[in-house]
Nanobody, 116 residues
């Protein structure tokens, strides 16, 4: 079983920054893909950014140039640095992990609210 614990959400004004963290209760050697998703009220859950075990990253077009996904192998942690936040970034953000055995795990979610 893999547990994901997210933190770092909160309320910020438009143009501000937040950094989300997700601590994974398993060594990274068994994790092949880590990602952040978000879900706004009444909308589907969408991919925000992902990073592979090899370090390749992928971003949704709406966050390119503003968000950065990264990881710290020593801390079993994946981060999402969010800059130049917009009100439309308001959502619950979820950490997602896919293991080498293709099991998928989700965190509990952390609320990000951007005021205009």
């Amino acid at each position: 079983q893999v547990q994901l614990v997210e933190s770092g959400g909160g309320l910020v004004q438009a143009g501000g920054s937040l950094r989300l963290s997700c601590v994974i209760s398993r060594n990274f050697f068994s994790v092949k893909l880590m990602a952040w998703y978000r879900q706004a009220p009444g909308k589907q859950r969408d991919l925000v950014a992902s990073i592979t075990s090899g370090g390749s990253t992928n971003y949704a077009d709406s966050v390119k140039g503003r968000f950065t996904i990264s990881r710290d192998n020593a801390k079993n942690t994946v981060y999402l640095q969010m800059n130049s936040l917009k009100p439309e970034d308001t959502a619950v953000y979820y950490c997602n992990v896919q293991t080498s055995g293709n099991a998928i795990y989700w965190g509990q979610g952390t609320q990000v609210t951007v005021s205009s």
